[in-house]
Structures are given as structure tokens and as C-alpha cells.
């Protein structure tokens, strides 16, 4: 089966002076899925962002998004878009805002039903120069979804948000993507591109480092988490030099007993758990408790990246 393609980087370089913020990018996205764009503060999630709706052009490479240029499928009103840095219009209230969009949209939805959407509707007539930051997210929102696009792009949507307003946010792009729109997001929250997108893009040094779903990058990530608790003392340095340990952290279990220095709880992050843990054994100690677990996305996020810049000048 063919898929249609909605967004498609081919070999995209983009530089600024000396720094290649995105750098030969090759990837698609298709219709449905939810893609969460992860990196490090520099790695070119919002250089990328730019490209796709064609506020910037690529030095090298090709965008196309929904078969046209950046730029066209944005004035057909394909894309819906909220930005980092959007900076709405002083002295307009919220429903004048709000209508404008629609008006300017060549497919848009009524007014009441973006505002209620977006959770505005009991707002609707303050200025937006007096909002709150989560409530002026919340209209940049509204403003991503004033009319029916195929395409929904977000940088950093829910900073500010409180959690209800996240929820209720979050809620909405499901519902949007079940309907066969493909929603875009960059984020800092790894907890919430672990809850809700179905494929995950990490990106570093204008590189994709990783992509697939939040399961598989969890699992290529290939470190496991290891805990356990000693009753007798230990050496640290001998924990310290287990292989394959990436790190460590040692703390009392907290019982009077502990007080003493006796009973510790030991928690390692090991880039081989079978290997970590044999070697554990060979130190002719008695671990109890022992758990080894897989990385949070965040954990796995965190050692991909790290094993990156270990690798790089
Ligand atoms: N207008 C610009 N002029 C010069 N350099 C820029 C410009 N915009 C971005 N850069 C550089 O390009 C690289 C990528 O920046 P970009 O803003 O795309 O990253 P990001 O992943 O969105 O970062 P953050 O998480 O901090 O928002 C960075 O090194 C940044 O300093």
C-alpha cells in the first residue's frame, strides 16, 4: 500500500554562518500519525518547524508538504501552525482574533467552535495583550486550528499550560489526528511525547538521531536501569568499576539500621544489564531486591544524546 505523504525533508541542509542547524534531513510523515520532534536546546527543532512551513528555505535538499512547496500548502490553509514565539496582535480581543483567522482561512471552522475548542470561550472578549501565558497559548491554539488543515504544526504547544488545559489540549490533537490529520510537535516534555505520540523523531546537531515509536527508541537506546539494596558495607570504588556502568548513585534505605552506613540502596544505569550484573555477583556481594528495568524515554532520551556527544569533537 502507498501511503500519501504529507511532510517529506529530502537530504535538507540548512545553515546559519557556521552552524548547520539542520543537516542532510531525510524523513516522511504521514497521514494520522502523531510525531513528537525531541532534542537537546541548539539540536534544530525549530529551524525544522521553519523549513516544513516555509519560512526558511533549505540551503541543499528538498521540502514538499502535501505534494507542493512549504509555502503553498500554508496560503491553501493545509497547515495549521502555532510557533514558539507567535506574538499575537496588542489590543484585539480574543474573539476578534480568533475571527480574523477564520475569515482568512479558506477552509474555516465557525468561530464559536474554535474558541469553545480551545477552551475560550469564557474569554472571548478580553484583550489578548491581557491574557495569562497559558490562556495566550491557548489562543495561539486556536489560531493552529481556525480551519480544517491536513497538517498541524506545534512548537512547544503546552509550556505555560496548566494540567487541565494540557489534558483538554492534548484531548483535541488526538481527536484531530484520529480524523486523519497528521499533528507535529516539537517539545521539551518527554512525558507527554511518551503519552501521546505514536512516533517519536530525535533530533541532534540538525541530525536525526532516532525515530520510531516511544517502545522502540526506549529500547535502541539499549541501557538498562539496575537497583538493588546491601545490607553490608560496600566499596564504591569497586561499583564504580563495573562494566558497562554508565552511572551510578548510592543512597541510604532510610531504616536505623542505615544510620549506621550498613544498608544502602544502589541504583546504576549500565549499557549492558546481563554483563553489569554477572560481574556484580563475581564482587562476592549479596544484592537484594535486584530489579533490572528498562529506560523512561526521558532516561533513553538523555543516554542517546549523551552517547552522541561522547562520539563528537
Ligand atoms: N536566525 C539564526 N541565526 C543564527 N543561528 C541560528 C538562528 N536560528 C537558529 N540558529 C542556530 O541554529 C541551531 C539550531 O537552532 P534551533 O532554534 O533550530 O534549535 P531548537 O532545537 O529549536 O532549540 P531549542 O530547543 O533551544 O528551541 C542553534 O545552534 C542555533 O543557535
Known sequence: MT???????????????DVRAVDGLTLDLHPGQTVALLGPNGAGKSTT????LGLRRPDTGTVRVLGTEPREAVVAGRVGAMLQSGGLMDEVTVAELVRLACALHPRA????????RAGLTT?????????????AQRVRFALATAGDSDLIVLDEPTTGMDVTARRAFWATMREQADQGRTV????????????IADRVLVLHRGRLLAD?????????????????????????????????????TLSDGGSAADA??????????SADADATVHALYGLGLHPRNLEVAGLGLEQAFVALTAAEEAGQP
Open 184 to 195: 507535529l510537535f516539537a517539545t521539551h516534555y518527554l512525558e507527554e511525547a511518551d503519552a
Open 260 to 269: 549506621a552506613g550498613s544498608r544502602r540502596t544502589v541504583r546504576i544505569q
Open 123 to 135: 474569554i472571548a472578549d478580553r484583550r489578548v495583550d491581557k491574557l495569562s501565558g497559558g490562556q
Open 109 to 116: 471552522h465557525p468561530v464559536a467552535e474554535v474558541l469553545a
Open 212 to 248: 520510531g515509536t516511544a517502545a522502540e527508541i526506549k529500547a535502541g537506546a539499549g541501557a538498562r536501569r539496575i537497583s538493588f539494596d546491601l545490607d553490608a558495607p560496600v566499596d564504591e570504588a569497586s561499583l564504580r568499576a563495573l562494566p558497562h556502568l554508565t552511572s551510578l
Open 49 to 52: 518547524l521553519d523549513l516544513l
Open 3 to 17: 501511503r500519501t505523504t504529507v511532510v517529506g525533508f529530502d537530504q535538507v541542509t540548512k545553515r546559519y554562518g
